[in-house]
């Protein structure tokens, strides 16, 4: 199976820009990390980076192509403000994480507000880079319950 991680706007800049909100750690480990624990447990990952909304939701878009099973999304600034990118989860109807590092809901008024967190399975937030790993444990479980249930409708079915 595969999952699709998401990057948005500036979480290229990890380990440079405020690290005192969102630690020192470079996106270049997160995603290493991740890919050791996917591996791991069987799952083939994939990662996606970028600071434009349109990228963003073709990437999404383009999931479909690329077969992947579940997406795993840190839209940063685009969270609050991009119905694009909502529309495109949406419209892909893939299981979908949500991730932040930090906690959204402690930051500035603006910032508090999801336009994705109603339509995705759920939302991690405030746990630093550790929220990409409890995220990606999330994806697994997720993904794994899919395919048990479609084994066992198979095995119904014969």
Partial sequence: MKIKVIHGPNLNMLGIREVNIYGPMKLEDINKNMEVVAKQNGFEIEFYQSNHEGDIVDAIQESINEKVDGIIINPAAFTHTSIA???????????????????IAAREDFRK???????????????????????????????????????QQQNQGN
């Fill in 85 to 103: 990118i909502r529309d495109a989860i949406k419209a892909v109807n893939l299981p979908t994480v949500e991730v932040h590092l930090s906690n």
């Fill in 113 to 151: 507000k999801s336009l994705i967190s109603d339509i995705v399975a759920g939302t991690i937030t405030g746990f630093g880079p550790f929220s990409y790993h409890l995220g990606l444990l999330a994806m697994m479980q997720i993904l794994n319950e899919i395919k048990m249930l479609k084994e």
